[in-house]
């Protein structure tokens, strides 16, 4: 509610499957530098995680603040919404992300509507990892240094709105999993990067690593979510 505003965060905050968030116009919620619980994709980064059903609710005159704790905050790890795949709802109205490593990170198969939403300063605006979710976005803006917008192709009849959105930085649309791709597979994939180097960083940045392939097993499981499709992986000796 907004008479508990703010809400310092100091470990990841999960929303479970069957309990729906409201949060009011003018809340303010504060992402601490680090994760204390150490948990989550990254383990150095606070992260507010999207299990069931989140409504974000500001207006124009009072936004529903993310931001890293003193605002612009060192929250280089932070992500301010990550929707996951299990999410029964998510809407973002009047919502502003600041001073965080991850504005929205969308993994869900529900669809999103993102309405009069900003993210700036971070690293990565917005992330989209599969291809299986429709998603609306209009009168929103997205600042990334690394990654302004990311999504993966729309599958099937899948599709991506964006009207009157700007994107500042850099844009890439990936490769989504092939129809009939494991979805609980501990492999992600994820858009590209021009060199070996590149990708070993890209991972890391999330706490990830790059696809260590050891048996047949594995590599089926890879080479069905690649579809066919280019994709780095770790080859040191």
């Known amino acids: 509610t907004l008479n508990s505003s703010p809400y310092v965060l100091t470990g990841d905050v999960?929303?479970?499957?069957q309990a729906t968030l409201t949060i009011e116009a003018g809340v303010e919620i504060q992402f601490a530098s680090t994760d204390q619980l150490r948990a989550g994709d990254d383990v150095d980064g606070v992260e507010f995680i999207v299990e069931?059903?989140?409504?974000?609710?500001?207006?124009?005159?009072?936004?529903v603040r993310f931001t890293g704790l003193d605002d612009p905050g060192p929250a280089l790890h932070a992500t301010g919404t990550t929707v996951a795949r299990t999410a029964r709802g998510t809407t973002l109205r009047?919502?502003?992300?600041?001073?965080?490593?991850?504005?929205v990170d969308i993994r869900s198969t529900t669809p999103v509507v993102i309405e009069n939403t900003r993210v700036a300063g971070a690293r990565r605006g917005l992330l989209r990892d599969n291809g299986i979710v429709n998603i609306t976005v209009t009168d929103s803006s997205f600042e990334g240094t690394e990654e302004g917008l990311t999504m993966a192709v729309p599958e099937g009849n899948r599709v991506i709105t964006l009207l009157r959105t700007q994107v500042i930085g850099p844009v890439a649309i990936g490769v989504a999993p092939t129809p009939g791709a494991d979805p609980d597979s501990r492999y992600r994939l994820?858009?590209?990067?021009?060199?070996?180097?590149?990708?070993?960083g890209f991972c890391g940045s999330r706490g990830w690593s790059l696809a260590d392939i050891q048996n047949g097993a594995e590599n089926a499981d890879v080479a069905s979510l690649l579809g066919g499709a280019p994709a780095w992986i770790d080859a040191r000796m």
Do not use: F
Request: no cysteine; aromatic share 6%.
């Open 14 to 17: 999960t929303i479970r499957n």
């Open 94 to 103: 009047h919502a502003t992300y600041t001073g965080l490593g991850t504005g």
């Open 190 to 200: 994820a858009p590209t990067p021009r060199t070996w180097a590149d990708a070993e």
């Open 52 to 63: 069931g059903d989140l409504r974000v609710l500001g207006t124009a005159q009072n936004p």
